[in-house]
């Protein structure tokens, strides 16, 4: 689910090179969406297997706040991008009272959504089959965002504006419908992942900024702007996390922050640097 | 802006003096007067839930003392601050003492915040009546004679008993254990407080796996596999927060709740989201220092737990009474005092020591304040079952109590120096 | 000459503060005295170089862990010994990481700081032994000059001696970045950060520099970080965590980054700021968000720069 955020993170920064800090937020956002979406659908009749759909509208629904976001963030653009960073600081600090304050500082979880599909035993060891749903539904994005950058006008333009904005906008290209477009893909991405994410576990207020530093080192290890950097960087930090914790527990965190401050230093530009935004 | 912050600082400073004038020249108000009481109760982040359960018995009790008139007849008024990190609380903690000029101050629940407030409640002179965060390095480091900090029950006793029904139930039944903790203090005292007592016991377990994931995480998957993988015959946990009920998904989702035994030593802490569809029965589980269920409930518990539900839609916690009760014991204790005093306001000093060995009717009934300032309580845990027809998360069946008398270290004496002095 | 009478009589309200003002907001000018000291380390690389670092909280917490260990774990409690140490322990510290973030610059230099300090920050979390782990490490009274002032209780020791001898360190502080930053190599900052490329073609070693005032930048956040210790008696992991390098660069941008004074005005207004707005509302993060964002998007110049009426660079 990291992948989604750091997807979005990507998306964002590639084509309006804006580092959005409150990418967790919206991760976060998307959880607690979810959460509300679902008790509201299952209260009103939908039957239980069919509450993925509930989910997903949930965290797509919130990809509203993406155009009004991102009209805010345009009111500084072209200042230092140093000023955008510390907007979407300042989005952080907003979103997580906003949280508080319409979902109470509990905890919040899904009830009895994880275990719908039951569970697998694959090499020995048994998973819950809603596990393998989210990491076909990862799979399935990052392929679709794929073919949307490759193969559509839509991504095509993007592609050019992430390139050259000056060059495209001579070319024809609105500039403003673009980004628009492609921040509200971003927030959507951050959304649904945080959505997609809640059945097993709980929203709390906090996952915007603990999740966002583990974005950040996804998308260092892969390549700031790189959608494929995104994915073997997420899949990176989360195989070195199960490592760490089934070696030696003490190293869990550092052993990431080290891997990441070595990418930077040997390889500044990520390991997949130059790959398709 | 410099001369306006001068500006400010003499106006503000004028207003105080003229404040302080005020309340020179009216001694004979002072009796009208309400008693100052500074909260200081978590809001955000992890421990909020509890912050906000802690806050619901000391309002609770608010209630009650000032509708049925107060302290001597002054009224109870409680000026609520934020918990939150350690040195933003100390300000928080001198902001109540100097500026809001309060009588005491009760809450805090985090470590760091106790470790940090201990001193400050020393050099402030203000007595603090604290709802958790009692550490062995708080205790026996930094504050071995404090005045004017009252702790709550020793971190380790709900290891403590946990421990001793884990001996009683499953003496012979285990070898192997796994211990899931949340990386601080408190789940490494735990722990080592539990590995102490099996080997007291004569249980000769092997550590298979010791893991600690952050307090509040919100993933486990990997510490699932990892316990997965290494097969233990029981797990050790003492989460509270927000991440029990996921770390017990997860587990569940991987199949771990199958076959292994769990002992949650403080899961009684969020136990309304220990839902039945994941949480096995049969595990030990312990409530803290509050069972909202218990058949043998006053009829004060009974009534707080009915408000509670009406109000909050919520079945409450331990962290209500710990709270409940620093009110209580501050008002028996000033009347304790001023039966001394000839029923004037006792001084601070009067007030301290009666507090010291106060006893009083909290929500699980009679509670006491130590005469080095820890408090005695009495503890709830049992063993898991689904067999209760209202709820749809586990509850515990039979409840079994144990008092600090039995499973908290007497004063004095090092956790570990005890736990090997014991007979069995 | 407003502004020097404005100065002056700031300076005389500061100092006649403990006789003025009530202890509680002294005890509060305190940290704003401990975090104008960090801020003018960072209003260096910001301000004059252009560089935003997301983890100069990395050497606050540095210097605050400084202090916890001389004085719980060596018994030294000498002020003077442990600021210079903090420093000494920054500069340590501050070489490799220095080297490693000055090769990038803007959002690059952002992250990998930010990297830095979340390092930090597991090693203070994880490391149970040598930082206490969450709890962390108590900081005991310090000795000022060789006087422990035992005749006063902490509150009295802290709005009398040690509120003079912060704002002494502060003044000190100032004097010595004023030095800096109108020196020759300050000079060079500000070409290097209005334009690299014609500032490495006169002959200025952009990198070098940029080190240099990075070095600088973490001796001043360590000094600031071994002050901050004090008054709140502990140094905990919390200090080092990212969103407490994004209050850092909040403060800043508050009081105003052009000028030379507005680490000090901003960390005083945050502090106050934020007791009063705590007081009020349980929600004082969202009025603190929207704040910056009314900050960065209407005066980026923060409070000076609105007094000053510059126009937004």
């Known amino acids: 689910m990291l992948f989604l955020v750091a997807a979005g993170l990507q998306l964002v920064f590639g084509v309006q090179k804006i580092l959005n800090l409150a990418c967790g937020s919206f991760y976060a956002l998307g959880a607690y969406a979810g959460v509300s979406a679902v008790t509201w659908a299952l209260g009103h009749g939908l039957p239980a297997p069919l509450f993925v759909v509930a989910l997903l509208a949930g965290g797509l629904a919130l990809a509203v706040i993406g155009p009004p976001l991102e009209r805010l963030l345009r009111t500084i653009d072209g200042r230092d991008e140093s000023f955008q960073l510390l907007l979407t600081f300042a989005l952080v600090l907003m979103l997580e009272d906003v949280i508080r304050f319409v979902w109470g500082p509990a905890p919040v979880q899904l009830r009895g959504a994880y275990l719908v599909y039951g569970q697998v035993t694959v090499a020995g060891s048994t998973v819950p089959v809603y596990n393998l749903f989210v990491i076909a539904a990862g799979g399935v994005i990052a392929l679709g965002m794929g073919l949307l950058l490759t193969r559509t006008r839509f991504g095509r333009i993007v592609r050019a504006t992430a390139e050259n904005r000056e060059v495209a906008a001579a070319l024809g290209v609105d500039m403003r419908r673009v980004y628009r477009r492609v921040f509200t893909l971003g927030v959507a991405l951050g959304t649904v992942g945080g959505a997609l994410v809640i059945p097993a576990t709980a929203a709390v207020s906090e996952m915007a900024i603990e999740v966002i530093v583990d974005a950040f080192a996804v998308v260092v290890i892969g390549g700031l702007g790189s959608m494929r950097g995104a ?35 040997l390889r500044p530009a990520g390991l997949f640097a130059g790959a398709t935004p | 802006m410099r001369t306006t912050r001068r500006q400010f600082f003499t106006l503000t400073g004028g207003a105080l003096a003229a404040a302080s004038l005020r309340l020179d020249v009216a001694p004979a108000l002072a009796q009208a007067a309400p008693v100052k009481l500074g909260i200081l109760a978590a809001k955000a982040g992890v421990l909020a839930p509890v912050g906000e359960s802690g806050l619901r018995g000391v309002q609770w009790a608010a209630e009650r003392i000032n509708a049925a008139g107060g302290i001597l007849g002054r009224k109870l008024e409680l000026v609520i601050e934020e918990e939150s990190s350690p040195k933003d609380t100390v300000e928080r903690f001198r902001k109540l003492a100097l500026h809001d000029k309060v009588d005491a101050v009760s809450g805090a629940i985090s470590t760091g915040v106790g ?66 903790n949340p990386d601080y203090s408190y789940g490494r005292d735990n722990w080592a407080a539990f590995l102490a007592i099996m080997k007291k016991y004569g249980m000769d377990v092997q550590v298979v796996s010791e893991l600690w994931p952050k307090l509040g995480a919100t993933d486990f998957t990997a510490h699932v596999a990892a316990l997965a993988q290494a097969k233990p015959d029981l797990i050790f946990s003492c989460h509270w927060a927000g991440d029990t009920p996921i770390f017990m998904k997860q587990a569940h989702g991987a199949g771990l709740t199958k076959s292994t035994k769990f002992v949650l030593t403080t899961g009684g802490g969020v136990h309304e989201s220990l839902k039945k569809e994941f949480t096995p029965e049969g595990a030990i589980l312990g409530y ?137 | ?58 050497f606050v917490a540095l210097g605050a862990y400084t202090a916890a260990w001389l004085t719980t774990r060596a018994g030294v409690l000498a002020l003077e010994a442990i600021v210079l140490a903090a420093a000494a322990l920054a500069a340590v510290i501050a070489l490799p990481v220095g080297l490693l973030c000055v090769r990038y610059v803007k959002i690059s230099f952002g992250m990998l700081t930010l990297a830095f300090g979340m390092l930090f920050y597991s090693f203070l979390y994880k490391f149970y032994l040598v930082t206490g782990g969450d709890e962390g490490i108590r900081v005991l009274r310090p000795r000022l000059l060789g006087q422990t002032f035992a005749g006063l209780d902490k509150v009295g020791f802290l709005t009398g001696p040690f509120y003079y001898y912060a704002l002494a360190l502060l003044v000190l502080a100032a004097l010595v970045m004023r030095r800096i930053v109108r020196s020759p190599f300050g000079l060079s900052l500000r070409a290097i950060r209005e334009n690299p490329d014609k500032a490495a073609f006169v002959g200025v070693s952009v990198r070098r520099y940029r080190f240099y005032a990075f070095m600088i930048a973490a001796v001043f956040g360590a000094v600031g970080g071994a002050l901050l210790a004090v008054p709140t008696g502990l140094a905990d992991p919390q200090l080092a965590y990212w969103t407490h390098s994004g209050n850092l660069v909040f403060m800043l941008l508050l009081g105003g980054f052009h000028h030379f004074l507005g680490p000090v005005v901003g960390a005083v207004v945050f502090i106050f700021l934020q007791d009063a707005v705590m007081s009020l509302t349980a929600y004082w993060r969202f009025v603190f968000g929207a704040l910056l964002a009314v900050v960065v998007i209407f005066f980026p110049g923060g409070l000076l720069g609105l007094l000053a009426r510059e126009r937004p660079a």
């Open chain 1, 231 to 265: 994915f073997a960087g997420a899949l990176i930090v989360g195989v070195l996390k199960a490592g760490a914790i089934a070696t030696w527990p003490e190293v869990e965190m550092l052993a990431i922050y080290v891997v990441v401050i070595g990418v930077l230093v």
């Open chain 2, 115 to 180: 470790l940090a407030l201990g001193p400050v409640a020393e050099e402030m002179k203000t007595i603090w009546l604290s709802w958790d965060a009692t550490t062995q390095k708080g205790v026996e480091e930094t504050m071995p004679k404090p005045k004017y900090s009252f702790r709550s029950t020793d971190n380790e006793c709900e290891a403590v008993m946990a421990s001793i029904l884990t001996g009683r139930h499953w003496k012979g039944k285990f070898k192997t254990v796994a211990g899931i």
């Open chain 2, 288 to 424: 803290n220092t509050f069972y909202f269920e218990h058949a043998r409930a006053s009829a004060l518990a009974r009534e707080f737990v009915r408000w509670h539900q009406e109000k909050f839609k919520e079945w409450p916690n331990y962290e209500s009474d710990h709270g409940y009760f620093t009110i209580v014991a501050y008002k028996t204790a000033v009347e304790r005092a001023a039966r001394a005093a000839g029923s004037k306001w006792p001084s601070q000093d009067a007030i301290i020591q009666a507090l010291e060995g106060v006893e009083a009717e909290s929500l699980s009934g009679p509670r006491r304040y130590r005469e080095d300032h820890i408090m005695e309580a009495t503890f709830f845990q049992g063993i898991t079952t689904h067999r209760n027809k209202a709820y749809d998360f586990v509850t515990i069946d039979p409840v079994e109590t144990m008092t600090t008398r039995q499973i908290q270290k007497p004063s004095g004496v090092g956790l570990y120096d005890w736990i090997n002095g014991w007979k069995v």
């Open chain 3, 1 to 58: 000459m407003i502004a020097r009478v404005a100065g002056a009589a700031a300076m005389l309200a500061l100092l006649l503060a403990p006789v003025l003002a009530s202890p509680y907001q002294l005890t509060l000018l305190l940290p704003a005295f401990a975090y104008a000291i960090a801020l003018l380390g960072l209003n260096l690389l910001f301000g004059t170089t252009g560089l935003l670092s997301f983890g100069h909280a990395l």
